[in-house]
């Protein structure tokens, strides 16, 4: 295995998974909300982390107040939209607990903007949450693509792959995405976080997980392989993603 054992945590089912993320992001939160006064996430899109965002709002253990909420991607697309991202953690999470609106970090999808204005009046807005954060995200949480990309950072898209100093850029998603227009946190964002949390369940991810975490060099050409090791990243697989991994002794 790439990375410690103990970093990669197997659960039967995608509910038993969201249980156990939830109970450690409520953990890190409350620590880092002892330790400076707030707790900055970045949220995953997609709809693995559906089951968590309900888990997190039904429990409701955590000190909303002491939040700062950003999306690590989105689509561009209005955030009434059923792709929208922000849509999915509104109805999931946000518009069930009390983070104050001035400490919600969303994209700007509804304001007539073009793809370029939308990235970088949302670089804007994460540098301003960054600058207030000690410069780095207490947690990031990311899905993980059949094809290895991690938020909206695509294989081939040298120009987001490559940016080393926007904190969000416009990115464009494979011809067979049903929205190929995307704004995305970058890697210099997305790797200085204090802790990186990867949600990733199904069968239909089996092989890029068991590339990624148990393969040889092949998975370098996966976004996600700048994760591989990481000191901070914790792996929160379904036993159907985990399947292809050698059996943790
Ligand atoms: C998005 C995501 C993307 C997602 C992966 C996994 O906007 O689609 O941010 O990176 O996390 O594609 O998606 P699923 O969880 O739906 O499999």
């Known amino acids: 295995m790439t990375v410690s054992p103990d970093r990669v945590r197997r659960h039967p089912s995608t509910t038993a998974l969201a249980e156990a993320a939830a109970g450690q992001i409520e953990a890190l939160a ?17 709809s693995t982390p559906r089951e968590l965002y309900n888990q997190l709002a039904k429990r409701n253990r ?16 209005g955030s009434d939209h059923p792709e929208s991202n922000t849509a999915m953690l509104r109805s999931t999470l946000l518009d069930r607990v009390g983070v104050p609106p001035d400490q919600r970090f969303l994209p700007p999808v509804d304001e007539g903007l073009s793809h370029a204005e939308i990235a970088d009046r949302y670089d804007r807005s ?11 995200f207490d947690l990031v949480l990311l899905g993980l693509g059949a094809d290895g990309h991690i938020a909206s950072l ?4 040298t120009p987001c792959l490559n940016e080393g100093r926007r904190s969000v850029c416009a990115a464009q998603a494979p011809p067979d995405a049903s929205v190929r227009e995307r704004i995305t946190l970058t890697y210099p964002v997305l790797l ?3 802790t990186v949390i990867f949600l990733v369940a199904g069968a239909g991810k089996r092989a890029v997980i068991t590339e990624l975490l148990a393969g040889g060099g092949s998975r370098t050409a996966y976004p996600a392989s700048r994760f591989v090791p990481n000191s901070r990243a914790y792996w929160y697989l379904d036993s159907q993603a985990a399947a292809g991994l050698p059996t943790p002794v």
Do not use: K
């Not at 409350?30 to 997609?46: K, L, M, P």
């Not at 955590?62 to 697309?77: H, I, S």
């Not at 994460?126 to 780095?136: G, K, V, Y």
């Open 154 to 157: 695509f294989p081939g898209d």
């Open 62 to 77: 955590c000190n909303w107040a002491r939040w700062w909420v950003a999306l690590g991607d989105e689509r561009v697309v």
């Open 192 to 194: 200085n976080a204090r």
């Open 30 to 46: 409350a620590e880092a909300a002892a330790r400076t006064g707030r707790f900055s996430i970045a949220f995953a899109g997609g």
């Open 126 to 136: 994460i540098r301003t949450l960054l600058a207030e954060s000690n410069r780095a």
